[in-house]
């Protein structure tokens, strides 16, 4: 974070709105990590203590019983690695489409450039339900329903990964992709030698978005993978576990499914958030 | 497109030049499900039993939550990928077969069905004379309701006719004890309507009469008068009668926990009671559904469950399903002369409807739970089978939420009803 | 030279153009034209059959079409509008706690907010469906310790909607708050000592100075924060079902009902042009309206 001792609010203040202040961020904390809390806490409790009126808060015998009947409901494993493969292949486009549409937008010259860089822009606002009916149609005719690459090959490219590569290709100095130039070096060596290392924190913070955003993504997924459960993300699996035994006491049961559901995403988040909000606030300055 | 068309010829290429015996081995199936995933493992091992004496033949499972299942079926259209076995409810099936989705049973599948299941089953299970799936489910409405309730209210018996039903309501509504008389269902398209269309039915009523739908009788008028009346009086509270995606939610949890004395319900939820109530489950009971001021006897709403099989998905699938299917539902697949379908139909508590599998499953379905239920089957009516009926219980089951929210009278709500019903049904006949 | 990279400009630009144009133009045109044929969504695009604004006139129509549409688009409209604007003012006084210096653990609270915008809806919904429920859950419980009586949530028409908005609200502040931090870093702290030079409060500082220079900022998030809204499946899908009497029907939901499981391609479609349209109508009239004040 830039945040230069000029842009600060100013200091002096009487102590009594400190402890005011403080008071207040705890408990915008408390309130905000209150649901993910009691979550975890759910999946710990015995089917009777998640039944029990008034609600227990914490269990007082502890178990992961949950966590072991999750896998013997759905296949934990196999979800779990669909899960990377669709969040890990999609990243993977998007980084390569991106990072090449991105330095053409920021670096070189052609016709009708603003243009297309509008039209692909635009698709950013369009809410994926927009497209949903004949897409699926599509993706049907080109035999890819009901598979993993159904889900991949649609989101390889998007606008929002073009924009913030653009953004920050464009401060990338001239001088240097010339000088490559003169050594005879091709575009795309180029691109990928001497441009990329010089927006890694840009290029590794649309890798975390893209990888988080498809990690979770659900209504394309439910919608092109009709009931091939072999194929299923995990946030699909997490569907399925509601009608365990048609519903009953499995509180503990979804708890547990949603924990594991949500972790890989967080941990990536807590381990690198640095880059995940200084681009936020990049795009959002720049743009 | 292009692409994928040269990658299929790469691969019908690749696959001309195996020897003929890898092609034996080659045919693979697949089943689709709403079924939880406990069911589906029955189903499985029942597939793998098939598997011993068919090696050629694989069957895989897939499952979806019933919320999902219509659409999943829908999607697969036109594309051969599609799961090659749906477990269909019988209402879907007039479009499935206009559009052509899925294939009529063979000659050998249509004869041993119409011999060996009641003609009533056989034809909600046909679309203009031609059959096309195996039916294996029976799902029927009664009236379940909670005797340790009954008792502190001081009910002898259950209520058989309507005034008798609305007095015990009154009796069993205790509102500082959160605890309400008659639950009614919400926010699932069959839990709202298929009770409402049990007291219709009992009341002398019909939906539909030849294609058209009649909600604007005089026996209708009495049934969304009945609504009207126990939301008025308290003896039945909206906000307690929600259901969520998977048919669970508030609805079942507040008849598990005695907040509900009683209930129009489906047979097939015996297990989430059992599972839910434990010992207490011993406390419920079924009875007919009580009978209205214009209505000559109990009547109740069944509907039945099929399994088809997908019109695009290749010749020698189509053919490895129907002879899986067949044997599925043969008398010798399961044990003592039930049909391994029916074996697991039962593990839920749902009743199977070949003749020879009530037989075999005598004992069972004469617990005191699913004795109500099969007492009731003689005089059910099957829910209307027409083009247009999932959309058509769509919108009764709006009309009634409002009716049961209070945002309509049951004058406006027969109305709409009636109104919405001839426009659907008017469209989807074209 | 410039020929050369005209080549290179056309490598660079394939693979992105191809299939953002493949996978989301050409779609997007298809529902425009859909939107004007009869078409079942089993059948191929060919079996389409023109039949004029028809699709336009049965959605706004008196019929149930008509009226769930015109229920989904409302309750859509009223949800989006809830959103934002608990969104907005909520994202600035997060935004201010974490980027003043006075007390320390502001990374901290940031780290907090944003995590819950990088968990999975579905399971965002599945815990709040425990929270929210009538008896074994904890919010009645905490209302019933500060005195107020056990709330339906989402089981009453009435506040059904209302409470899937707190749950998006909750899930998504945490990023507007991002950009809120990201907006307060442009303003010149000189602003600020200048203004106390002259005397002016906290609130007069912030009336004056953080508030018109966050203008581009907020109009920024407010435009992110419709089409997030607008997107909203998940607990519909898997809570609600767009009940109870269709108080939660939102347009992705009821869009996908009628396209795709009752296969009504030409009317989903229909649906989702007048989606794409009420979208570009409410973000121009937000430009409009922050350009003339710009302008002002």
Redesign the interface.
Known sequence: MSRGSSSRLPRKRPSGRKALLATLMLLVAVASAFPLVWMVLSSLKTPAESMQVPPVWIPHTPSLDAYEKVSGVVNVGRSMWNSLVIASITTAGILITSMMAGYAFAKYHFPAKSLLFSLLIATMFLPPIVTLIPLYRLVGSIGLNASLAGIIVPNLANAFGIFLMRQFISGVPDDLIDAARMDGASELLILFKIVAPSVAPAIAALALFAFVYHWNSYLWPLTVLQGNADAYPIVISLSRLLSYNRGAVNTGLVMAGATLAVLPPLILFVLLQRFFVDSIVGSAIKG | MSFAWTSKLALAAGLAILPATAWAQSVNISYLTHWSPETVALLEAAAKDYAKANPDVSVTVRAVPFGDLLTTLRSQGGNADGPTIGGIYDLWLPELARDKLVAPAPDAVASEVKASWPAGVTSAASVGGTLYGIPNEIDVYALNYNKALFKQAGIAAPPKTWDEFKDAAKKLTNKEAGQQGFGMINSWAAGVVHPFASLLVSNGGELVKDGTPVLDSQQAAQTFQLYEDLIKSGASVPAMATADANTTGPFLDNFVSGKTGMIIMANWWESALKTGMGDKFADIATAPIPVGPSGDKPHSISYSWMTVVNANAGAAEQKAAWEFLAWLNNPKSGKNGASAMSDILMSMGILPSRLSDIEAHKEKLGSEFLSGYVSVLADAKPFPVVPGGQEFSESLQQTLEALQYGQVSAKDAQATAQADATSILERAAK | M?QR??A??G???T???T??G???????M??VW?SFQDW??????SSASFVGLDNFREIFGA??VG??FKGALTNTAIYTALSVILILPLSVA?G??V?????A??T?????????Y???????A??????Y??????LN?MLGLIGIGPQ?F????RSALVSIVLLNV?QQ???FT??A??????????L?EAA?LDGAN?FE?FRFITLPLMRR?LL?SA?IAI?NA??V??PV??????????STNV??YH??RV?????Q?GL??AM??M??LS?IVV?CALFALANRKDQE
């Open positions: 410039i990279y005209r290179s400009a490598i660079m630009l693979p992105a153009v299939l953002i493949i996978f989301i133009l050409l779609p997007m298809l529902t859909l079942s969504t089993q059948t191929p695009f019929s149930s009226r769930d997060f201010l706690m980027y003043q210096h006075d007390v653990g502001g901290a609270l940031r780290t907090v907010l944003f995590s819950t990088m968990v999975p809806m579905i399971a965002v599945l815990a709040w469906s425990k929270l429920s009538p008896s074994e859950g904890p419980q339906p989402l089981s009453s028409p909750w502040v945490g990023y991002v950009l931090i990201a907006g307060l870093t442009q303003i010149p702290g000189s600020y106390k906290r500082q900022t920024f435009v089409i607008v997107q499946f998940e899908a898997l809570i609600t079902q767009g009940g109870p009497v269709g347009l992705t869009i996908r396209g795709i499981e009752r296969a391609g989903g479609s989702a042009v989606l794409m979208l973000v």
